[in-house]
């Protein structure tokens, strides 16, 4: 019998045997919460949908006339590693020499695996650097809008808003928590690079435990975890800012905003006070106007605003706010509100941005640097927001701004994507397809045949995480994970350090790429500078070979003594913030002087977009696009655990019982959902945990059309990012607006027709 080994992965550490040709997993033993998205990971092993050799788009290959119009549909030949790096090295030679490396865009979104050196983002950034640059992406689709405007406001990213506050500070101080846009626990089973112990539900149980309240603004009520009992509020969606406003306004009305920490600590308060009180424009924003716009009760506004100024109480923004119209201002809101409550840097009080999204933020911090592979320094200045990218392929040369820039989309004739499925993450599916059919040439590494795959080139077959070994490893989790190799490679898939080397070997540059170490060696190497500062610490340091051996290494944590905001609010002359004033900006001279008509220089109430006509008349309901509990976004969709969420094979849609009865939709029916931009199908799922007039349907199901050549087609499988909108959060951060758009829904009618996207691809001679 086979014994378990150590391995590691975006949801969980845990072990894996292959025993009588099925791999087995089980979760480490030390994790007091495992995620079940380790139930997914065992079909990697075999899953027909796995790319087992390099193959080819018959159009590209042979040339024919308008070849790129048929990405999505046209046929593949399988091809040897041979020829398909020879193809590939030989067109990046063509393109870098033709039209430069401003003609190059490298494709990644970093989830790929958990490895600190197999991280597929990494190597193909390293990778194209290596040949002379590329045209990269900026931002993420989680938080293209607040890591834009956190800067502004408070500093960088990921410094003040999320090193601030700790799970253990909730959990002894904290009585009021009030999360703006929920704090789903599905999302916490995730964190980049791996999470050995998921303790955001034992933390907030302990805090419950000890008196604390949760207040959950969401249209949907599992946005919190039921066992900690929250009152629910069900707001329309994307009306936060103006639940805010009112909370503020009640705030300053009753004298209950704390005047001497907006004086010390922040600057343009009074400004914002003349926008809020409508000295400004005219318009006061009262409790009784927040409750006609968002559809919560005046009183329950009220009393919250006193119960809020009252406790110590954390305010939090989630991801899915920002992911939508002006998505700006609801993080920049919840900053302002958290200032006038005066309670940022106090003991599990004040402000935190995302806290719950991944599973890691909110614990403290490691002690020592984690190993890390360097990328080289990209030599083009060239980018692009992330959530841009259908816009650049069809508009190049056209003008954009972002960030107070002016900036022009470039004209990319290659596509060299890693580690990603934009089919996945993108907006507006039908738009994507087109934008995909402008390069000249698309190459995809890939681990399985997803939509992405199938609108490429050239596809590569990568290895999975479990084909290989790697270090395992995370910011904020102090175990370090031997990734020992669990299965032989699926086919003729090779690890993408070795695809990258086989590529630069054709062009001269194996040595510059791979500095001549084998991927082993590059594991030894990389995991010396933790080594290093471990022995420096006086820490246990053992050697690579040591620690390969233990299979895990436990890492020193530094102690929780309330990050940035606390040494800001005990001396913000000495501990300023890296803004311009050294103080949380409530009012931004730098955003005011951009000009923008979609982004002003302090917070405020922008409509949604979406709610204008005809939007909000021939598509009555909201449709809340969020993360799924089954997977990580579209990660292993054909997994045991994903595929068992689903219904006939389709992803399942909630809707609110009256909703349904309102248009004939019996819980279990497959139904069509429909707007302007196209159309997918779903199972019908009754629920009275969404509010009326709203839907939700999870990301990540692959994307897989009915009638592929079709210039509007549906998605049969159930992928609601057919229907989502495809426009910038502003002209200040152009983040994704992904999370919420207007769609109507019906009973589907006629033949179901199947769902073959997990089918093991075939090719013509």
Known sequence: MNSFKPHSSHW???????????????????????????????????????????????GWLERSPGHALQRGFDDYVEVSWEEATRLVANELQRVYADFGPTAVFGGSYGWSSAGRFHHAQSQ??????????????????????????I???????????????????????????????GMAIKNADVHGGGIS???????????????????????????????????????????????????????VSEDLHDREFLERYTVGYDRFEDYLLGRA??????????????????????????????ARTLVTVSHSLQRADFGEQPVWMGIVLAAMLGQIGLDGGGYSYSLGALGNIGKNLLAVPLPTLNQFKNPVSNFIPVARIADMLLNPGAAFQYNGE???????????????????????????????????????????????????????????????????AADRDDLVIAMKKLIEPVGEAKDDYDIFAEIAAH????????????????????FETTRKALAEGGHDAPDFNDFWQRGELRLPLRPDEGGPARAFRQDPAVSTLPTPSGKIEIFSETIAAFDYDDCGGHPQWYPPRAEAAPDS?????????NQPHQRLHSQLDYGDFSRSTKIKDREPVRINPADAHARGICDGEIVRLFNSRGSCLAAAVLSHDVRQGVMQLSTGAWFEPQDPVAETAMCIHGNPNILTRDLGTSKLAQGCTGQITRVEVERFEGELPPVRIFEQMTFRQ
């Open 124 to 149: 193909i950034h390293r990778f194209l650097n290596v040949l002379g640059g590329y045209v990269r992406s900026v931002n993420t689709y989680s938080s293209g809008a607040a890591s834009v405007i």
């Open 507 to 526: 062009l001269g540059k194996f040595e510059a790429f791979t500095e001549n170490r084998t991927s082993g060696e590059w594991l030894a190497f990389l």
């Open 281 to 310: 424009d005219g318009h006061s924003k009262t409790a009784e106007w927040a409750a006609a716009i968002c559809g919560i009760d005046v009183d329950t506004i009220r009393d919250l605003a006193r119960a809020m100024a009252k």
């Open 406 to 472: 002016n900036l022009y989309y470039p004209d990319i004739r290659l596509v060299y994507w890693g580690g990603g499925n934009p089919f996945h993450h993108h907006q507006d599916l039908n738009r994507l397809r087109t934008a995909f059919r402008q390069p000249e040439t698309i190459i995809v590494h890939e681990t399985a045949w997803t939509s992405t795959a199938r609108h490429a080139d050239i596809v590569l077959p990568a290895t999975t995480t479990i084909e290989r070994d790697d270090i395992g």
């Open 197 to 251: 112990k998921h303790v955001v539900l034992p933390k907030l149980s302990g805090a419950k435990a000890r008196g604390a309240r949760f207040v959950s603004v969401s249209p949907l009520k599992d946005d919190f975890p039921a066992s900690l009992e929250a009152e629910w509020l069900p707001i329309t969606p994307g009306t936060d800012v103006a639940l805010m406003l009112g909370l503020a306004h009640v705030l």
């Open 12 to 58: 969980g550490a845990f072990s894996g045997r292959l025993e009588g040709g099925k791999l087995e997993v089980m979760p480490h033993p030390g994790d007091p919460h495992p995620s079940p998205l380790l139930g997914n990971i065992p079909a990697i092993a075999d899953s027909p949908a796995r790319i087992r050799r390099p193959a080819v788009r018959r």
């Open 151 to 181: 800067p502004h406001v408070l500093g960088p990213y990921d410094t003040f808003d999320r090193k601030s506050v700790t799970w253990d500070a909730i959990e002894r101080s904290t009585e009021l928590v009030v999360a703006f846009g």
């Open 617 to 625: 008349n021939a598509y009555p309901l909201h449709l809340v696009c």
